[in-house]
């Protein structure tokens, strides 16, 4: 059974950093496209960055480029979004997901496995 549980949100000042972790059970991460999505209140859940599964292409929306960084460690088979400079708008409830294949799109409806969701709030 996939499983996928989030972890590391909280609440931070802008212009801080927090690391967000998603453990996969079910399956191989290095097998397996996935991303980390996050939706804010009242707006739909959007894609943030996305790591293919084997050679590790990252993706990333236009409005983290720069302060975020997903990576993925095989021997702990957990996928990890390293947000830097993090601004008020950065606030939402991060997802993590994954697909079965390779590829990472940068489109929720490709994906197959969702975690629960981690709340992230910028705020001073």
């Known amino acids: 059974q996939v499983q996928l549980v989030e972890s590391g949100g909280g609440m931070v000042q802008p212009g801080g950093s927090l690391r967000l972790s998603c453990t996969a059970s079910?399956?191989?991460?290095?097998?397996?496209?996935s991303g980390w999505f996050r939706q804010a209140p009242g707006k739909e859940r959007e894609g943030v960055a996305c790591?293919?599964?084997?050679?590790?292409?990252?993706l990333y929306a236009d409005s983290v480029k720069g302060r975020f960084t997903i990576s993925r460690d095989n021997a702990k088979n957990t996928i990890y979004l390293q947000m830097n400079s993090l601004k008020p708008e950065d606030t939402a409830v991060y997802y993590c997901?994954?697909?079965?294949?390779?590829?990472?799109?940068?489109?929720?409806?490709?994906?197959?496995?969702w975690g629960q969701g981690t709340q992230v709030t910028v705020s001073s």
């Open positions: 790591i293919e599964g084997g050679d590790g292409n990252t």
């Open positions: 079910g399956f191989t991460v290095d097998d397996y496209g």
């Open positions: 997901a994954a697909r079965a294949g390779p590829n990472a799109p940068m489109r929720k409806n490709e994906y197959d496995y």
